[in-house]
Antibody, heavy 118, light 110 residues
């Protein structure tokens, strides 16, 4: 069964950093683009970033470029999101998702909650 | 990278068909045939319903269909059922090689 499991979320103070992890099982991550998507409480989905199978290319939503960094370790079948200088407005569920050409979410992980509060 | 525009809510009665619109620009929906739709139940992760404007992944009901005209895409649900009550999100690939989502539409089955 194809599965994605996120971890690393939690409660942090503004200005702190977190590293979110996404472990894949049931398929080899090394042949797929992978994305991170977030959803603030009661809001819609926001695509954050994605990364090429070999890690050589990354793309970000303009508003988060420079604070968020996506990277991967194909040997560990995992993809990561480093989130720095967190703000209250970064509070959200962060989902990992496998991309297909021109889309994401095939499938999605269950998400990990990041809460930024003082 | 402006979000796509969806109605906040739509409603219908069992057996009816409804359509949810998703409006973008010539830099996203109008530029490619890469529009996707997702279904999300409260407290759950989204699920891919439609990709490449009209394609359904294996296991998705034929009651769900997608279309596109110009800068606007649409999701149609026919034979509405109580279990279809959920949030629906659209997304599109963009000319910046990124993805963009709509704000989501809450479907209520009356």
């Amino acid at each position: 069964e194809v599965q994605l499991v996120e971890s690393g979320g939690g409660l942090v103070q503004p200005g702190q950093s977190l590293q979110l992890s996404c472990a894949a099982s049931g398929f080899s991550l090394s042949t797929y683009w992978m994305s991170w998507v977030r959803q603030a409480p009661g809001k819609g989905l926001e695509w954050v970033a994605n990364i090429k199978p070999d890690g050589a290319e990354t793309y970000y939503v303009d508003s988060l470029r420079g604070r968020f960094f996506i990277f991967r370790d194909n040997a560990r079948n995992s993809v990561y999101l480093q989130v720095n200088n967190l703000r209250v407005e970064d509070t959200a569920i962060y989902y990992c998702a496998r991309d297909r050409r021109g889309a994401t979410g095939d499938p999605w992980g269950q998400g990990t909650l990041v809460t930024v509060s003082s | 990278q402006s979000a796509l525009t969806q109605p906040a809510s739509v409603s219908g009665t069992p057996g009816q068909w409804i359509t949810i619109s998703c409006t973008g620009t010539s830099s996203n929906i109008g530029a490619f045939n890469f529009v996707s739709w997702y279904q999300q139940y409260p407290g759950k992760a989204p699920k891919l319903l439609i990709y490449d404007v009209t394609q359904r992944p294996s296991g998705v009901s034929h009651r769900f269909s997608g279309s596109k005209s110009g800068n606007t895409a649409s999701l149609t649900i026919s034979g509405l059922q109580a279990e279809d009550e959920a949030d629906y999100h659209c997304s599109s690939y963009t000319t910046s090689s990124t993805l963009v989502f709509g704000g989501g539409t809450k479907l209520t089955v009356l």
